[in-house]
């Protein structure tokens, strides 16, 4: 049900930061370029973002810091519109998801940072998003098990898991790390039995994608998937 998403800007009162990374062409971390329209906000399921809020009060209770929001709730479009941005640039599938795979397009995965007491980011040992051609953990730096983190790295990677793990048992669920990705956390499992969401099933104040996936573009670059096409012809906005 759409009124289960919440708004992570509406609870600002708490110790989190909302940067819209995939809405600014210009963010260090965006790859992407202008993939979100510009007045597109974060939202994130309900009780996802129970376990982000205590997660946040856990590390500012005990480190002093936020939780930084970068993104959650990633619609099928806004996935065919990464995969399309991935293939032109000949970039590794293992960097994006397949449309409507994944956790991001049912806003049950979360990706978070963490801001120190001076507004700074924590070194994590890489950047948000920042991937490798092989995403193993030799040659990945955002993997969680990166054999080349120095111990400072390890341990403000710990900070924010141990942040979520505690979020994760107050509520009494479990909350799963993506390996290849520090900054993901996801719900345990699709017990809610969600689909994938779509930008036009959802209100104009949800949506992140404004603009038309033109077909042309899909067709003529032949190295793309022939489902990725039809599921252009089927859902885009043509």
Request: with cysteine.
């Amino acid at each position: 049900m759409i009124e289960d998403y919440v708004k992570a800007k509406d609870f600002l009162n708490y110790p989190i930061i909302c940067d819209e990374v995939y809405k600014k062409p210009s963010h260090e971390c965006n790859q992407f370029g202008k993939l979100y329209h510009e007045n597109s906000d974060i939202y994130v399921y309900k009780d996802l973002m129970i376990i982000t809020l205590i997660a946040s009060l856990y590390v500012n209770k005990y480190y002093d810091y936020k939780l930084k929001i970068n993104d959650c709730l990633r619609t099928v479009d806004a996935q065919a519109k990464m995969e399309l941005i991935a293939i032109k640039n000949n970039w590794p599938s293992s960097m994006v998801s397949r449309p409507g795979e994944g956790l991001h397009p049912k806003g049950l995965a979360i990706d978070v940072e963490l801001i120190d007491e001076n507004h700074k980011l924590l070194d994590m040992g890489s950047k948000f998003d920042e991937f490798s051609s092989n995403p193993d953990e030799f040659h990945n730096k955002s993997h969680r098990f990166y054999v080349g983190l120095s111990e400072n790295h390890k341990k403000n990677r710990k900070i924010l898991d141990e942040a979520f793990i505690y979020a994760a048992k107050k509520c009494k669920v479990e909350i799963n790390f993506l390996e290849t990705e520090w900054w993901d956390f996801r719900y345990k499992s699709d017990i809610f039995n969600l689909k994938p969401l779509y930008d036009k099933e959802l209100p104009k104040n949800m949506r992140l994608i404004k603009e038309n996936l033109i077909l042309d573009e899909v067709i003529i670059n032949d190295k793309i998937a022939k489902d990725s096409i039809i599921y252009v012809k089927d859902n885009a906005y043509l």
